[in-house]
């Protein structure tokens, strides 16, 4: 954990809820090492509303920095408030972001000696829940590993979650995943099966939703996190958040401007869309005059002007991010990003103007219909942009379909192109420009843990079990016996809420 010890990073944290344990013990579980863990907002705002019932006391768990160190050590893995040991808790409720960390989670259970299988495991062992982003796309890969799955928004039902759990957890024939399958927008794959219940969507008056801790040690260090907005009012066909899905929804200003009197030296501004926020640089200037630093997501570069770029800059803001999502104009109205080239030149001059540090540019490669002259567009552009902004940095994603999005039954470029167009990308920007991209491969491993049912999610148990490699990846969906457009047709079977947009 950073290198640190418990109390060390214990020690660094402001907000941390120490409870006296009684009743229900839940172990929070972030598949990812505590740096990441501790700048999600969701994560945090789970973590102060279990302890909030007067029954449950929630400790959270993060992956080992070193888990080949921890392995060694033989040491089960523990919460972070008081060193219990996971396995021992009543139980285990996971946040996960995305496809990929399902691999941390098997490390998770391993370390906590808990059997990573639902089938496996007794009436002796924690009952696992799971939550986070990933519940937004597709959730039939976990279906073998978890309990009860909340699909979607977790603040309408986690109250009535911890409810039924200090009631039921511990008492012999107790229906507790009865009672959990009643609830809305709560997956049950042991009574379910492959059909899942409509997406949970928080209203309005569910926001702001506010952080719990800030440390020094997180990703977005030292932030009291805040989400005044949520969804996103665009219709871009490859995002999950598109409108059609989840209409934008806001919290009122009053309501969000008392963050401003946490002890937090930082203000963490986080949401899809959250240059879209209508009070949002009313917000920056009350955090300005607060003396509160603030640090932002990926902004829309065309919600942009001289005010606005002027306040992130006094607010501590220095590297101007914006999100192409694609390499040329052209792929942009494919899209619906709704987004032109002078928007983000116009960005760049911006932050030129208040003497910003840095530019990063977010950008999709391998979409449909794309060609290598959509990259040398990217090519020529991203040079342009640095004769404004000295230094530029791309972070380069193959493009990874997601279900219940327009785009959701397109097929994953072939691995050979990704690399080939990333390698023209780099060779065309002759070191003038830094690019940062994700491997093709692991997003390879990622469609189709996002487009299949549970054969995927078991393919990938048996990968990490092989070692985790990517070879071990393919040998095991080759072994599902099933086909790309096999494992596309079979997700689409599955959902039974209409894809965004798609009604």
């Keep these: 954990m950073s290198g640190l010890t418990r109390k060390q990073l214990l020690d660094a944290e402001g907000g941390t809820l120490l409870k006296r344990s009684g ?16 700048s999600s907002l969701g994560y945090q705002v789970v973590y ?88 937004m796309s597709n959730v ?65 008056s569910d926001l702001p939703a506010i952080g719990q801790i800030w440390t020094p040690h997180a990703e977005l260090s030292n932030m009291m996190l805040v989400e005044a907005s949520r969804g996103c009012p665009r219709y871009c066909t490859f995002c999950v958040m598109r409108a059609a899905a989840q209409p934008m929804r806001e919290a009122p200003l009053e309501s969000v401007l008392p963050v401003l009197d946490s002890p937090a030296p930082r203000i963490g501004l986080v949401g899809a869309a959250i240059s879209e926020y209508t009070h949002i640089r009313a917000v920056l200037r009350a955090a300005i005059a607060a003396g509160k630093g603030v640090g932002i997501s990926s902004l829309r570069a065309d919600r942009l002007d001289e005010e606005f770029v002027s306040l992130l800059h006094q607010g501590g803001y220095r590297t101007m991010t914006v999100a192409s999502d694609a390499p040329s104009q052209a792929m942009r109205g494919r899209l619906k990003k709704g987004l032109r080239g002078r928007h983000l030149l116009e960005a760049a001059r911006l932050a030129a103007l208040v003497k910003m540090v840095q530019l990063k540019m977010y950008v999709i490669i391998g979409l449909p219909g794309e060609t290598d002259a959509d990259i040398d567009e990217l090519i020529d552009f991203s040079l342009e942009m640095q004769r404004i902004v000295p230094r530029v940095a791309i972070g380069a994603s193959p493009f990874v379909p997601k279900l219940h999005t327009p785009l959701g039954d397109a097929a994953f470029t072939d691995i050979e192109v990704h690399e080939r167009r990333i390698a023209r990308l780099r060779n065309g920007l002759h070191g003038k420009v830094e690019i940062r991209s994700v491997s093709p491969k692991w997003a390879w491993v990622e469609y189709r843990l996002s487009q299949g049912g549970e054969e995927t999610g078991l393919a990938a148990y048996a990968a990490w079990k092989a ?30 809420w209409a894809p965004a947009g798609m009604k």
């Excluded at 009743?23 to 501790?38: E, H, I, K, W």
């Excluded at 400790?59 to 060193?83: F, I, M, N, S």
């Excluded at 079979?490 to 039974?496: E, K, S, T």
């Design 467 to 496: 070692g985790g490699r990517f070879a071990d990846y393919k040998r095991a969906f080759r072994e599902t016996t099933r086909d790309e457009r096999r494992a596309l047709d079979d997700a689409r079977v599955h959902a039974l």
């Design 48 to 135: 102060r509303m279990f302890n909030d019932h007067p029954e449950i006391s929630a400790e959270r768990a993060v992956l080992p920095d070193d888990v080949e160190a921890h392995r060694r050590a033989r040491t089960p893995l523990v919460t972070l408030e008081t060193g219990f040991p996971v396995g021992g808790a009543d139980v285990i409720a996971i946040s996960l972001a995305y496809e990929p960390d399902i691999a941390n989670l098997f490390t998770m259970f391993e370390l906590a000696r808990i059997p990573v299988l639902r089938s496996e495991r007794g009436p002796q062992h924690p009952l696992v829940l799971l939550g986070g982003p990933i519940t």
């Design 140 to 204: 039939l890969p976990l279906a073998p590993f978890v309990d009860a799955v909340v699909v979607g928004d977790g603040e309408p039902v986690v109250r009535r979650i911890a409810d039924l759990l200090a009631t039921h957890v511990g008492r012999a024939g107790d229906g507790l995943l009865d009672a959990l399958a009643a609830l809305p927008g709560l997956y049950v794959p042991s009574l379910h099966g492959s059909r899942v219940p409509d997406m949970l969507v928080s209203p309005a």
């Design 23 to 38: 009743g229900v013990r839940v172990a929070l579980l972030y598949p990812n090492p505590y740096s990441v863990a501790m």
